[in-house]
């Protein structure tokens, strides 16, 4: 399938800072562009998503950015909290039927 | 969970044993989807189904078959299990397919020894 690449596979933030996970993608055809959080024995969460026709989405402290011509998109945290350190996933639309996935990224907000 | 549930939550099994896994969705979400989760790889996609009785292969399709004979389940079975096929399985629904939101199950954790 076609790659999504996520960096960083790790971050450690301090609590208040802002954290920013990147994501590349390789099919121009792609127009969705989710965002999944996971914590610990559960199943992704959908925790917000950005389509091809906008460059940005806000909703609270969460936002995501795409940049169509470069293909890269990011999901921006602001004042980060405990709650947030979680593993987060970012996707990409694959032909219209299904989603291809970063490897995640493993966000840690210390006190 | 969006109104999905899998079974078993847990399973372990041995080399060579057929086993199946069940998802259950009161959504009635025309699509579906098996991922396996492993570390390092993030979540792969395995078959999904576009309807009943309609399924197609994913990207690490080897070695498992699905079936849907009814919208709200989606069975994914490991015809002989081997131990690489140890792993967390996750189903996940989608109202339209992959340019709409999927929502995803409580997960399944499958050891093979």
């Known amino acids: 399938g076609e790659n999504v690449e996520q960096h960083p596979s790790t971050l450690s933030v301090q609590e208040g800072d802002s954290a920013v996970i990147k994501c590349t993608y390789s099919?121009?055809?792609?127009?969705?562009f989710p965002w999944y959080k996971q914590e610990l024995g559960k199943g992704p969460q959908l925790i917000i998503d950005?389509?091809?026709?906008?460059g940005e989405k806000k909703d609270q402290r969460i936002a995501v950015t795409l940049n169509k011509t470069a293909k890269h998109f990011s999901l921006h945290i602001t004042e980060t909290q405990p709650e947030d350190s979680a593993v987060y996933f970012c996707?990409?639309?694959?032909?219209?039927?299904?989603?291809?996935f970063g490897k995640g990224t493993s966000l840690l907000v210390t006190p | 969970d969006a109104g999905i549930t899998q079974s078993p939550r847990h399973k372990v099994t041995e080399t060579g044993t057929p086993v199946t896994l069940r998802c259950h969705q009161t959504?009635?979400?025309?699509?579906m989807y098996w991922y396996r989760q492993d570390p390092g790889h993030g979540l792969r996609l395995i078959h999904y189904?576009?309807?009943?009785?309609?399924?197609d292969k994913g990207e690490v399709s080897d070695g498992y078959s699905v079936s849907r004979s009814k919208t709200e389940d989606f069975l994914l079975t490991l015809e002989s299990a081997t131990s690489s096929q140890t792993s967390v399985y996750f189903c996940?629904?989608?109202?339209?397919?992959?340019?709409?939101?999927?929502?995803f199950g409580p997960g399944t954790r499958l050891t093979v020894l």
């Open positions: 959504e009635n979400h025309r699509y």
């Open positions: 189904s576009y309807g009943v009785k309609d399924t």
């Open positions: 099919d121009s055809a792609s127009n969705y």
């Open positions: 996940a629904i989608s109202l339209a397919g992959g340019n709409n939101e999927q929502f």
């Open positions: 996707a990409a639309e694959n032909s219209g039927y299904a989603l291809n």
């Open positions: 950005i389509r091809s026709n906008v």
